[in-house]
C-alpha cells in the first residue's frame, strides 16, 4: 500500500524582481485512476491530432494537384480533387470536434495548457490556491506546475537525504 502525501509548498511571487507576495499550497500526486484517465486522454489526442496532420498534408497535396489540373484545362479531374478535399474537410471538422470533446483545442499547446489546468485544479488545494490561481492567468498553468513540480522534486530530494 503506498500513502500519498501532500507536498506543502511556499511560494515567493516576485515582480520585477522584488518580493511582491508570498503564498502557500499543498500539492499532491495523481491518484492512479486519475494518472490513467490523464494518459487515456493524452493518448486519444495525439491519435487525432496525429490523423489531423495527415489530412492537412494530403489537402495541401490536393491543392497542389487542383492548381496544375485547373492550368493544364483538365476540368475533370480538377473537379474530382475538388471533391476529394471536400471529403477530407468533411473528415477534418470531425476530428476537430471530437479534439474540442476532449479538451483538446486547436494545438498541442493548447491540449498541454488545458490539461495542466485539469491537473492544477485536481492536485492542488491550501488557502493560498485561488491567488495562485490568479496568477495562472499570466504566467500559464504548464508555465506554473513546471515550477510547482521542481519545488516538489527539490522538497522529496532534501526529505530522502540527498
Known amino acids: 500500500m503506498k500513502i500519498q502525501l501532500d507536498y506543502k509548498i511556499d511560494i515567493e511571487i516576485q515582480e520585477g524582481g522584488k518580493s511582491k507576495e508570498k503564498l502557500s499550497i499543498f500539492m499532491r500526486e495523481f491518484t492512479r485512476s486519475e494518472k490513467k484517465e490523464n494518459d487515456v486522454l493524452k493518448k486519444r489526442f495525439e491519435k487525432i491530432f496525429k490523423k489531423a496532420q495527415k489530412i492537412g498534408k494530403r489537402e495541401s497535396i490536393l491543392d497542389e494537384k487542383f492548381s496544375i489540373f485547373k492550368i493544364k484545362g483538365d476540368h475533370e479531374k480538377a473537379l474530382k480533387t475538388i471533391e476529394e478535399k471536400e471529403a477530407l474537410d468533411k473528415s477534418l471538422d470531425e476530428l476537430m470536434e471530437e479534439l474540442e470533446e476532449i479538451g483538446g483545442g486547436d494545438s ?24 495562485l490561481q490568479a496568477y495562472t492567468e499570466i504566467k500559464g498553468y504548464l508555465s506554473i506546475l513546471s515550477d510547482l513540480d521542481k519545488a516538489k522534486a527539490e522538497l522529496e530530494k532534501k526529505q530522502s537525504g540527498e
Open 108 to 131: 498541442l499547446d493548447d491540449f498541454a495548457e488545458n490539461t495542466a489546468k485539469v491537473r492544477f485544479e485536481t492536485i492542488i488545494n491550501g488557502e493560498d490556491r485561488g491567488k
